[in-house]
């Protein structure tokens, strides 16, 4: 069934081809994918996102308002793409845009109540959602997978070295 893939209904379908050189980068590539596809399904009745879910994260695990530069670097993306979702955020309620004290320039985004509440219900969701994904495997397969992927990302870090 290396094949196909599933989709959110459960239906299999013929695996994408990512365009890779190796196969199991595509498979990685694909898994990720599905995952997300996932997820997201699961996040969009309560309002939220992938994305959006870890803005909050962020800022609810720094426990301090953050620069918007400080949760792009964070998140690893853009800070065009950042912007995006904060706004997203703040138009729902669930940050703020406060003035920096020492940098007249700068705002800091800070966690409101709201975004603390939907931060927790879609946390719960994500949770669950991940758990459902994965729990067909036994916690030996688990910790074998998660040792495999972090022999590709030492590798890598090595090559880059």
Avoid: C, W
Avoid at 7 to 22: L, V
Avoid at 26 to 38: A, M
Avoid at 62 to 89: C, F, Y
Wanted: net charge negative; charged share 30%; glycine share 8%.
């Amino acid at each position: 069934m290396s094949g196909l893939r599933i989709n959110e209904g459960g239906a299999a379908m013929a695996r994408q081809h990512h365009g890779s050189s190796d196969v199991l980068v595509d498979e990685l590539f694909d898994t990720t994918v599905v995952l997300r596809s996932f997820v997201e399904s699961r996040l969009r009745p309560v309002g939220s996102s992938v994305a959006r879910l870890r803005a909050l994260r962020m800022l609810v695990r720094e426990g301090v308002p953050l620069r918007m530069r400080d949760l792009s670097e964070m998140l690893g993306i853009a800070a065009r793409t950042t912007t995006t979702i904060v706004d997203s955020l703040e138009h729902d309620g669930l940050v703020e845009r406060v003035r920096h004290l020492d940098d007249r320039r700068a705002f800091l985004i800070t966690l409101t109540e709201a975004g603390r509440a939907h931060y927790e219900q879609a946390e719960a969701v994500d949770t669950q959602a991940l758990a459902d994904a994965t729990g067909t495997l036994s916690g030996e397969e688990r910790e074998q997978l998660r040792a495999l992927l972090g022999k590709v990302r030492e590798a890598v870090q090595q090559v880059q070295a």
